[in-house]
């Protein structure tokens, strides 16, 4: 049996564990060994695999070089794996601080494995200019976990918007937030259902927008709580940024295997899943955004088509029809060279080095601003400790404490003759 030792920061139950690493291994029936729990970091044992993985920002640990050298070393294949383009993670983002100090671990890693495995078109042209071994597998839906449910189309003139979004997504649901209050303002039967992502306080502030703070680190329990949730409209807002750009498409296949149809940016991440008016809603910018919620809202016909083709596109991407991809990628087989041969690499890889060489300057300063301020605090406190010796030896040297001295020796030889 194949033996592959993972090394994540991710918890094992993560969404990033089973699209990327679990599902598939599930299928080709391959042993799967977490490296890293709650009691460490198990480095020994990747001597004995017979491939290493290792995840998105787990070089943020010092024992990634180790495992590095093992894996040259002992000959064996070193994958790095990434679904997301964290070298451009904004700073307003809540996991900027979480990156920016490993972002040469991460090139680093990249540079050093024998391949790499990414999730987008994307990422494969970003990331060709530094390792030319890079296999594309795309995120597929595991059937194990989601169900394609039946279509249910609500004809009732009361309609919900629907978002789901981590944490991480604020931004983007700050960016439609105009958007859905002129939707709220123009239409008295539409409410909004927001999932994850806490929403600006202009939404929270509308009495038909419901928020349900939801938080699933645990991908299964997330898929069938998820399932039981319904609304009439789905929207994807993305911004259009690097960051963005880099992200997979699996909202789409969530959404869409509940029979409900969406409205999704018109950016990479959806573009290979979504036909324009077949399956789906592309928008720009936020006019357009305002005409195709509307159109979907308006329209129930058009809702059932668009959740239908949907569906199909889904049953195209579910993980039992496309594992072997995965296998192929960890194989590092030259046949899937063909899906990615129509992609162009013009990006400057000068471009990523800049970039990470300007945030790692950022961090060296804020490593120095750290120890200065720490310099200056144990200065201070030696200070403060050389002051109070020097008022204690003023105070025992005085001619008060001296006086002091001899009263307290008078009292108690007065407290012995009374006794």
Same mark, same amino acid.
């Given at each position: 049996m194949t033996?592959?030792?993972?090394?994540?920061?991710?918890?094992?139950? *993560?969404?990033?564990?089973?699209?990327?690493?679990?599902?598939?291994?599930?299928?080709?029936?391959?042993?799967?060994?977490?490296?890293? #729990?709650?009691?460490?970091?198990? #480095?020994?044992?990747? %001597?004995?695999a017979d491939y290493i993985i290792i995840q998105r920002d787990f070089p943020r640990f010092v024992?990634?070089?180790?495992?590095?050298?093992?894996?040259?070393? %002992?000959?064996?294949?070193?994958?790095?794996?990434?679904?997301d383009w964290i070298f451009y993670t904004p700073d307003s983002n809540k996991q900027y601080e979480a990156y920016r100090y490993y972002l040469n671990g991460i090139l680093n890693t990249i540079i050093a494995a024998d391949r790499v495995i990414i999730s987008s078109k994307f990422l494969y042209r970003q990331l060709i200019n530094f390792n030319k071994h890079v296999f594309l597998f795309p995120n597929y839906l595991p059937e194990n976990i989601w169900k394609i449910k039946s279509l249910e189309i609500d004809n009732s003139e009361n309609?919900?918007?629907?978002?789901?979004?981590?944490? #991480? !997504?604020?931004?983007?649901?700050e960016w439609v937030t105009p958007v859905l209050l002129k939707i709220l303002e123009q239409n008295k039967n539409v409410s909004i259902k927001i999932w994850g992502c806490r929403p600006p306080q202009q939404l929270l502030d509308q009495p038909k927008v419901q928020y349900l703070a939801i938080d699933f680190q645990d991908y299964p329990q997330f898929a069938e709580y998820f399932q039981n949730q319904s609304c009439d409209v789905f929207i994807a807002p993305l911004l259009d940024s690097p960051f963005d750009q880099? %992200?997979?498409?699996?909202?789409?296949?969530?959404?869409?295997?509940l029979g409900i149809p969406g409205v999704y940016k018109r950016l990479d991440p959806y573009i290979d899943y979504v036909v324009d008016g077949e399956n789906g809603y592309l928008a720009g910018g936020l006019d357009e955004w305002y005409e195709k919620i509307?159109?979907?809202?308006?329209?129930?016909?058009i809702r059932h088509r668009f959740a239908e083709n949907a569906q199909i596109t889904v049953r195209q991407h579910v993980m039992s029809k496309h594992f072997r991809e995965w296998e192929t990628a960890i194989n590092g087989s030259s046949i899937q060279t063909e899906?990615?041969?129509?992609?162009? /690499?013009?990006?400057?890889?000068?471009?990523?080095?800049? !970039?990470i060489s300007i945030h790692t300057q950022k961090a060296i300063w804020d490593i120095q601003?750290?120890?200065? *301020?720490?310099?200056?605090?144990?200065?201070?406190?030696?200070?403060?400790?050389?002051?109070?010796?020097? /008022?204690?030896?003023?105070?025992?040297?005085?001619? #008060?404490?001296?006086?002091?001295?001899?009263?307290? *020796?008078?009292?108690?030889?007065?407290?012995?003759?009374k006794e």
């Open positions: 033996r592959i030792v993972i090394y994540s920061a991710d918890p094992w139950d *993560s969404a990033i564990s089973y699209l990327r690493i679990r599902e598939p291994a599930y299928y080709l029936g391959w042993e799967l060994i977490p490296a890293k #729990t709650d009691g460490g970091i198990d #480095t020994h044992i990747a %001597k004995d024992q990634c070089n180790e495992i590095i050298q093992i894996a040259k070393q %002992k000959g064996i294949p070193l994958i790095y794996e990434i679904d309609l919900t918007i629907g978002y789901m979004g981590g944490n #991480t !997504h604020d931004q983007d649901l880099g %992200k997979s498409g699996i909202k789409f296949l969530e959404y869409s295997a509307v159109s979907l809202l308006s329209d129930s016909n899906i990615v041969d129509d992609m162009t /690499h013009d990006n400057s890889p000068l471009d990523l080095i800049q !970039h601003n750290i120890i200065a *301020s720490l310099k200056q605090e144990n200065h201070d406190l030696e200070n403060e400790n050389l002051g109070l010796k020097e /008022h204690l030896d003023n105070v025992l040297n005085s001619q #008060t404490w001296k006086i002091a001295k001899i009263i307290q *020796s008078i009292l108690r030889v007065f407290k012995f003759q």
